[in-house]
Nanobody, 111 residues
Framework: QVQLVESGGGLVQAGGSLRLSCAAS?????MSWYRQAPGKQREFVAR???????NYANSVKGRFTISRDNAKNTVYLQMNSLKPDDTATYYC????????WGQGTQVTVSS
């Protein structure tokens, strides 16, 4: 079993920044962020491996940065130049094996 605890969401104006954190209960190789806006399907945002390899959705490339602190079993998502379209509940995801999800943290970007 893996527990994931997210934090860092909130309300920000367009063009602002937020940093999300996800603390895992143990070391995980592949950790990702997904998001789900109201009425839409959950979508991939970014992924990072334990060695630091990263992948991003095209919609966030150049604005979001995923990183991790392996000593703390924590992954971060730095979100800059936020847009109203980034408004969603953001979920941390771990591949352990098995798939685990955090409870989600709300990000709201006002125009």
């Amino acid at each position: 079993q893996v527990q994931l605890v997210e934090s860092g969401g909130g309300l920000v104006q367009a063009g602002g920044s937020l940093r999300l954190s996800c603390a895992a209960s143990r070391s995980i190789n592949i950790m990702s962020w997904y998001r789900q806006a109201p009425g839409k399907q959950r979508e991939f945002v970014a992924r990072i491996t334990s060695s630091g390899s990263t992948n991003y959705a095209n919609s966030v490339k150049g604005r979001f940065t995923i990183s991790r602190d392996n000593a703390k079993n924590t992954v971060y998502l730095q979100m800059n130049s936020l847009k109203p379209d980034d408004t969603a509940t953001y979920y941390c995801n771990a591949l352990a094996p098995g798939v685990y999800w955090g409870q989600g943290t709300q990000v709201t970007v006002s125009s």
